[in-house]
Each structure stands twice: as structure tokens, then as C-alpha cells.
């Protein structure tokens, strides 16, 4: 519909100057599917009490309502000219029964048609495809904006993943330093828990026993008593266990991270 009022808005002037007449005249546009269901609807009308004209633009092809528009201002024409200040009738077959009337309509149909046709052919001349141009960008429009989306999506996905690899490079690259500094190149020599000659058999540590004295007895026993509570209630380090919890927290948030970083790529590239 836009283009349509830009069609008319540009061809009015050149419609006045070759028509003649002396008066604004005043356009409606009328959509009416009802009507539009007709081949032989209405088109359009004049009505010169008010030099209003009234055209019917469901369904129509732009230059067809223009080509109605020029009919009708050519009905202006002739009321700025006096011509519709006798009695007339526009009931059916008006065409054919009032001679007046008749050739009254056979000058809206050849002047305005030639005055439309005279409009067109001077935009051609001139290479003017400015309303070719708006029509090619309404039917764009759409195509273009589908693109535009595909293309930030595309782009906030591949963002969103470059940022994740890395992120995925690091962790990997600081698992490894840290296996490495737990597990040395170069285990000290010695015999292991596997070897079973570093092992203390029960003969040898009942001996060990009866060779101590009251007072190394005294100080093993209460180490055991000491130690045999820590095995059964171990107390928890405040700082292993803030460290834990962060890690878990970070564990949780890193779930997350991909979704909320789609999001504000997409918010970021689509606010712009």
C-alpha cells in the first residue's frame, strides 16, 4: 500500500498540469474483500460534492490502480470545469442510454489512460526505476532479514565454541602439569610396598616390644589411641573444603556457560 500512495503522490502533479484542473482533490482507499471477490466489482469513484476519489485497492496490481485513479481525475477535470453541474443520473447503463454522460466517460477512459500512459513512458525515458527499486525491497525484505539472522546466529555459534575450545585447551593443559607434579619422572629408589622386604613380620615386631621400655610403650600406646580416633572421626580442612566448594560451584557454573554465552552473543549482535 505504501508504494501505491507513492505512485499516486508522484504522478498527481504531472496529472494536474496535463488535465488541467484548478482544484485539490481528495483520495480514500478502500479495502473490501467482499468487493474484490467480484471480476466485475467496483474500482472506483468520484464524487464531486467533496472532489473526493475513492479507490478500491484489495487485490489489485499498483499500475491498475493508478490507471483508476487517472480515470477518475479526469471526472474531476470535469466538475472543476462545470460539467457536473447538470442533472445527471449514474444509475446502471448510464453509458449507454445519456449521450452526455457517454461522452463525459469515453474522455475519462482515452485521457486518462493516455495521461497514465504518458507518465509511465517519461519514467522509462529517464531510466527512473525508483518504484521498481521499492518493490524489489518490499519483496526483499523478508529474504533479507532470514539472512541477517542465519548469519548472527552462525556467527554467535562459532564465537561461542572458539571461546569453549580454549577454554577446553586450558583445562586440559593444567591437568597434565598437575599429573606431572604428583607423578615425578623419577621415583625415589627403595624398596615399594610390592618389594615385601621393607615389611616388619609379627615375630620381629613382638621382639621389638618385649625390648622397649615402660615409657616407649607408654608414648606408642597413646600414639596409637591418638592416631586410631583420626583414622575413625578425620577432621576436615577448612581450606581443602572451601577449596571444594568453589570447584563444585565452578563445575556447575561451567554447565551452564555455553547457553548463557549463546545468549548474549545473540542479544549483543541482534540489539546492534
Not at 154 to 164: I, S, W
Amino acid at each position: 500500500m505504501q508504494l501505491v500512495k507513492q505512485m499516486i503522490k508522484d504522478f498527481y502533479p504531472f496529472a494536474k498540469k496535463q488535465l488541467g484542473f484548478n482544484k485539490p482533490v481528495q483520495v480514500q482507499f478502500a479495502v473490501n474483500h467482499e468487493n474484490a471477490k467480484n471480476p466485475l466489482a467496483r474500482t472506483a469513484h468520484y464524487s464531486p460534492d467533496n472532489f473526493t476519489i475513492t479507490l478500491y485497492t484489495t487485490g489489485r496490481h499498483p499500475k491498475d490502480i493508478l490507471r483508476s485513479f487517472a480515470h477518475e481525475l479526469v471526472h474531476h477535470a470535469q466538475c472543476c470545469r462545470g460539467e457536473f453541474a447538470n442533472r445527471f443520473s449514474t444509475g446502471q447503463g448510464y453509458a449507454q442510454k445519456d449521450d452526455r454522460m457517454r461522452e463525459m466517460e469515453r474522455e475519462a477512459y482515452e485521457r486518462g489512460n493516455l495521461c497514465f500512459r504518458d507518465w509511465e513512458d517519461s519514467l522509462k525515458e529517464n531510466n527512473n526505476n525508483k518504484f521498481m527499486v521499492a518493490m524489489e525491497q518490499k519483496k526483499g525484505v523478508k529474504t533479507m532479514n532470514q539472512e541477517v539472522i542465519k548469519k548472527a546466529i552462525y556467527e554467535a555459534v562459532k564465537e561461542v565454541l572458539e571461546k569453549r575450545s580454549l577454554v577446553t585447551e586450558k583445562e586440559l593443559s593444567a591437568a597434565q602439569k598437575e599429573k606431572m607434579d604428583v607423578e615425578p619422572d623419577n621415583p625415589p629408589e627403595g624398596p615399594g610396598p610390592e618389594d615385601g622386604d621393607g615389611d616388619i613380620n609379627k615375630k620381629d615386631l613382638k621382639k621389638l616390644r618385649e625390648e622397649e621400655t615402660e615409657t616407649e610403650k607408654k608414648e606408642r600406646e597413646e600414639s596409637e589411641e591418638h592416631f586410631g580416633k583420626e583414622l575413625a572421626n578425620p577432621k576436615r580442612d577448612d581450606k581443602k573444603l572451601e577449596e571444594e566448594e568453589i570447584e563444585s560451584t565452578m563445575l556447575t557454573t561451567d554447565q551452564a556457560w555455553w547457553n548463557d554465552s549463546l545468549f548474549e552473543s545473540l542479544k549483543k549482535k541482534w540489539i546492534k
